[in-house]
C-alpha cells in the first residue's frame, strides 16, 4: 500500500481491473441471454424475403445467438489486434478490422449469388461442422485467456500458462499482417449461425446470381452495425485509461462465448444433451 | 466513456428498429409465441391411420420441449414453421445421424420408425434450442 512500493501498487491495480470487468461481463452476458429469452428471434414474422427483410433479419441475427459465434470471434480478433498494435497510427490499425468486414461482405454476394445459381446450399456437413466449431472456439478460449492478461500482469504474477498455448496465442495475435482477417470474414459464411443457414436454403430458390447474391449481401449489411460496434469499439476504447478493464472484459465474454460454443457443439453430435435454452 | 454511452445508444435504436420494422410488418394474428410451455403436453400427438403424429412448433425454439408419445408404433415427428430463420429451422437429432433444413414457412415430416420406449432428444443445428418426447410403453 505504501507508495514506496509500485511493484505492489501496480499489482493492485491490476486486481481492481477485475472488480469492474467481471461485473461488466455479467451485465453483457444477462443481456445477451435476456435478449435471446425476450424472444428477439420472434420479432421476424414475415414469410417473404425481401431485401429489405433480408436486412432486419441481419439486424436481429447480429443480436440472437450467432453473435456468441461470429460476434464472440471477431471481439477475441479485433480486441487482440488493438491491443498488439500499440505501434500503428491512423487507418493502418484498422486494416485487418476492414480486411474481416470487406471479406464477410463480398463472400456473402458471391457465394450467395453461387447459391442462386448452382441450386444447392454450401453448408457443411455434421463433422465439418463440428470440427470448425471446436476450432473456433478453441481459438477464442486462447485469445480470450490472452486478453486477460495483456495489459497489467507481468510474466512475474503470470499464472504458469502452458508454452504452447501461450505461443499460439502469440502466433494468432501476429498475423494482422496477413489475410487472415480477410479469410475469417469469408469463413463466416459457413459458421454455424440459424439465420445464415436459413437464408441461404431461400437464396436457393431465388435462381439467379443477382437475387442471390444481393439477399445475402442485404443480409451482411443487416448484421455489419453491431459487429462493426463489436470490433471497432476495442480500437477507440484501447487508448483510454478504461482499457485494461476493457480488454478484460472483452476477454472474460470471449471466454464465456468460447464455453458457450464448445459445449454446444458437443451437444450437435450427441455427445452430451442440450443444454441451454436460447 | 462517451464512447460507451454511443454505443449503448446505438444498440438501443438498434433493438428499437427492429422491434417497430417487425410490428408493421406483420400481421396482426401473427404474435410472438410465448416462451412459457416448459410442460409436458400431450395435446400435440395423434393417431392418423395408425401413425402417430406428434407436432412441433418450431420458432424460437421448439414448442413443446417435452412432448409425451406411445412406444413402439410408426411415428412420424412434424415439425411446423412460419416465418422461421432463427436457428429452430435447422433440425439435429444426433441419435439418428439427422440434420434437417426446414422451409421458412410449412410442415416437415421426420420418420422415427416404432421408436422404443426412452427420452428422444434433438436440438436446432447450434445445439441451444433443445426437444424431447418421452415414448412410454
Known amino acids: 500500500m505504501s507508495t514506496s512500493c509500485?511493484?505492489?501498487?501496480?499489482?493492485?491495480?491490476?486486481?481492481?481491473?477485475?472488480?469492474?470487468?467481471?461485473?461488466?461481463?455479467?451485465?453483457?452476458?444477462?443481456?445477451?441471454?435476456?435478449?435471446?429469452?425476450?424472444?428477439?428471434?420472434?420479432?421476424?414474422?414475415?414469410?417473404?424475403?425481401?431485401?429489405?427483410?433480408?436486412?432486419?433479419?441481419?439486424?436481429i441475427a447480429s443480436l440472437s445467438t450467432c453473435l456468441a459465434v461470429v460476434?464472440?470471434?471477431?471481439?477475441?480478433?479485433?480486441?487482440?489486434?488493438a491491443s498488439t498494435s500499440q505501434?500503428?497510427?491512423?487507418?493502418?490499425?484498422?486494416?485487418?478490422?476492414?480486411?474481416?468486414?470487406?471479406?464477410?461482405?463480398?463472400?456473402?454476394?458471391?457465394?450467395?449469388?453461387?447459391?442462386?445459381?448452382?441450386?444447392?446450399?454450401?453448408?457443411?456437413?455434421?463433422?465439418?461442422?463440428?470440427?470448425?466449431?471446436?476450432?473456433?472456439?478453441?481459438?477464442m478460449l486462447i485469445l480470450?485467456?490472452?486478453?486477460?492478461?495483456?495489459?497489467?500482469?507481468?510474466?512475474?504474477?503470470?499464472?504458469?500458462?502452458?508454452?504452447?498455448?501461450?505461443?499460439?496465442?502469440?502466433?494468432?495475435?501476429?498475423l494482422n499482417h496477413s489475410l487472415t482477417p480477410l479469410l475469417v470474414g469469408v469463413a463466416t459464411f459457413f459458421l454455424p449461425c440459424g439465420f445464415t443457414q436459413s437464408m441461404q436454403i431461400y437464396t436457393l430458390s431465388t435462381g439467379n446470381f443477382l437475387q442471390g447474391g444481393l439477399t445475402m449481401l442485404s443480409f451482411a449489411l443487416g448484421t455489419l452495425p453491431v459487429l462493426a460496434l463489436v470490433s471497432f469499439s476495442s480500437f477507440s476504447i484501447k487508448d483510454s485509461s478504461k482499457s485494461g478493464v476493457f480488454f478484460k472484459s472483452a476477454g472474460l465474454i470471449v471466454i464465456i462465448f468460447a464455453l458457450f460454443n464448445l459445449i454446444n457443439n458437443l451437444v450437435i453430435i450427441g455427445l452430451i444433451p442440450p443444454v441451454f435454452n436460447f | 466513456m462517451k464512447n460507451t454511452i454511443t454505443a449503448i445508444l446505438i444498440a438501443l435504436v438498434l433493438i428499437g428498429g427492429a422491434f417497430i420494422f417487425?410490428?408493421?410488418s406483420s400481421g396482426p394474428d401473427t404474435g410472438p409465441i410465448v416462451n412459457n410451455n416448459n410442460g409436458v403436453s400431450g395435446s400435440n400427438v395423434k393417431i392418423e391411420n395408425g401413425v402417430q403424429i406428434i407436432e412441433l412448433k418450431a420458432k424460437g425454439g421448439y414448442f413443446p420441449r417435452t412432448s409425451v408419445a406411445k412406444?413402439?408404433?410408426?411415428?412420424?415427428?412434424?415439425?411446423?414453421?412460419?416465418?422461421?430463420?432463427?436457428?429452430?429451422?435447422?433440425?439435429r437429432i444426433p441419435s439418428?445421424?439427422?440434420?434437417?433444413?426446414?422451409?421458412?414457412?410449412?410442415?416437415?415430416?421426420?420418420?422415427?420408425?416404432?421408436?422404443?420406449?426412452g427420452?428422444?432428444?434433438?436440438?436446432?443445428?447450434?445445439?441451444?434450442?433443445?426437444?424431447?418426447?418421452?415414448?412410454?410403453?
Open chain 1, 6 to 59: 509500485p511493484l505492489c501498487e501496480k499489482k493492485e491495480t491490476k486486481w481492481a481491473d477485475f472488480k469492474i470487468a467481471v461485473p461488466i461481463a455479467i451485465a453483457f452476458v444477462g443481456l445477451f441471454i435476456m435478449l435471446q429469452k425476450l424472444g428477439i428471434v420472434n420479432l421476424v414474422n414475415t414469410s417473404s424475403v425481401t431485401y429489405g427483410t433480408a436486412f432486419v433479419i441481419g439486424i
Open chain 1, 71 to 81: 460476434g464472440g470471434l471477431l471481439l477475441s480478433m479485433s480486441a487482440t489486434f
Open chain 1, 87 to 139: 505501434g500503428l497510427r491512423g487507418a493502418g490499425r484498422f486494416k485487418p478490422i476492414f480486411l474481416f468486414h470487406a471479406g464477410r461482405i463480398v463472400s456473402f454476394f458471391i457465394l450467395g449469388g453461387l447459391i442462386g445459381v448452382v441450386g444447392s446450399a454450401f453448408q457443411l456437413g455434421i463433422s465439418g461442422t463440428f470440427v470448425l466449431g471446436i476450432i473456433i472456439g478453441i481459438v
Open chain 1, 144 to 174: 480470450g485467456i490472452n486478453l486477460l492478461d495483456v495489459f497489467h500482469f507481468t510474466k512475474k504474477f503470470q499464472p504458469a500458462m502452458p508454452k504452447f498455448i501461450s505461443r499460439h496465442a502469440l502466433g494468432i495475435s501476429k
Open chain 2, 22 to 24: 417487425s410490428k408493421s
Open chain 2, 71 to 91: 412406444a413402439g408404433i410408426p411415428t412420424i415427428l412434424r415439425f411446423n414453421t412460419s416465418g422461421t430463420f432463427d436457428c429452430s429451422s435447422a433440425v
Open chain 2, 96 to 117: 439418428m445421424n439427422l440434420s434437417r433444413n426446414l422451409p421458412i414457412s410449412g410442415a416437415t415430416d421426420i420418420e422415427l420408425g416404432n421408436p422404443s420406449a
Open chain 2, 119 to 137: 427420452t428422444f432428444r434433438g436440438s436446432c443445428g447450434m445445439g441451444m434450442y433443445p426437444f424431447e418426447v418421452e415414448f412410454q410403453n
